[in-house]
């Protein structure tokens, strides 16, 4: 009775293995794909590149196909993409999903400045501020390594800028756009991020105890207000800020106040959101 069994287990074994044999001699990999979700004029170059990158070789198994492998080569290649997946089109095809990130924001470390792709990570390094991105001024220590993230997954600038694009873009900005929108952001007040924009206008957020997105979107929409365009460079002055109502009896938990501008030599009174921030913000220190 146990020999019976014994010999049932091994016939299955060994069938299983001829079945491995052969799926792994007819499912051989003879097309590489690649494709982007984003429209992009370089796409083509692009796809090129990624499945060099990726190396997979042809005629290797369907089966070895090395998801993580095949990620990792391809963004250490290049600093602007990001695989989002790998499929597998049995018998024979391969597909790299993937997307290229566009120019964001800059920050300074020591006498250098680095330039971030909208994912975070580094993609050049300069002794002077560079074009076509906006200035963010960071409150922790960032990387300098051109392919790292300029902060780890947990930072807290790393989660706010991200908040920022995707919010920006999902009323209707493409990078660029969110890149002559933005004039700087400044994270060193403790509790409190600070957007100007190229309009002149800007917005202060004091984040405590109410989600950072809705405090975003209630200051948007004022800015919105004052300028329809929102694309357009409109010289709008002022300063909205943003912060929780802490008030047990108030229905809003959020206040939203537009302080406009105003010059009173004759009162003793000026205010200016310059003035503002040069108060409150300008004295902090950046980390190296």
């Known amino acids: 009775m146990r020999n019976k069994k014994l010999i049932t287990l091994l016939?299955?074994?060994?069938?299983?293995?001829?079945?491995?044999?052969?799926?792994?001699?007819?499912?051989?990999?003879?097309?590489?794909?690649?494709?982007?979700?984003?429209?992009?004029?370089?796409?083509e170059e692009y796809d090129k590149k990624v499945i060099a990158a990726a190396g997979i070789k042809q005629n290797s198994s369907m089966f070895f196909v090395d998801e993580a492998g095949i990620k990792k080569k391809v963004e250490k290649a290049y600093a602007d993409v990001e695989v989002i997946n790998i499929k597998r089109g049995f018998p024979d095809r391969v597909t790299i999903n993937y997307v290229i990130y566009e120019k964001s924001f800059q920050y300074q470390n020591g006498d250098k400045y680095y330039q971030c792709y909208s994912s975070g990570k580094i993609g050049e390094v300069s002794d002077t501020q560079a074009s076509g991105y906006f200035t963010v001024k960071l409150s922790s220590a960032t990387s300098t390594k051109i392919g790292n993230y300029f902060q780890g997954s947990d930072g807290k600038e790393r989660q706010y800028i991200d908040t920022i694009i995707k919010f920006l873009r999902s009323?209707?900005?493409?990078?660029?756009?969110?890149?002559?929108?933005?004039?700087?952001?400044?994270?060193?007040?403790?509790?409190?991020?600070?957007?100007?924009?190229?309009?002149?206008?800007?917005?202060e957020i004091h984040d405590n105890g109410v989600e950072f997105t809705e405090l975003?979107?209630?200051?948007?929409?004022?800015?919105?207000?004052?300028?329809?365009?929102?694309?357009?460079?409109?010289?709008?002055?002022?300063?909205?800020?943003?912060?929780?109502?802490?008030?047990?009896?108030?229905?809003?938990?959020v206040r939203c106040v537009y302080l406009k501008p105003y010059l009173s030599q004759d009162e003793g009174k000026v205010y200016t959101d310059e003035g503002y921030y040069d108060r409150h913000y300008d004295g902090a220190e950046q980390s190296a």
């Open 11 to 43: 016939i299955v074994v060994l069938v299983l293995v001829i079945l491995v044999i052969v799926c792994g001699a007819t499912f051989l990999v003879r097309h590489v794909d690649a494709y982007s979700y984003y429209d992009n004029p370089q796409i």
């Open 171 to 203: 009323k209707g900005m493409i990078d660029f756009q969110i890149n002559q929108f933005i004039n700087f952001i400044d994270f060193r007040r403790n509790g409190y991020v600070y957007i100007r924009t190229n309009a002149g206008c800007s917005i």
């Open 216 to 253: 975003l979107e209630r200051g948007f929409a004022v800015y919105a207000k004052m300028d329809p365009q929102l694309t357009d460079i409109v010289q709008t002055r002022g300063l909205i800020k943003v912060y929780p109502n802490l008030s047990q009896l108030a229905e809003d938990p």
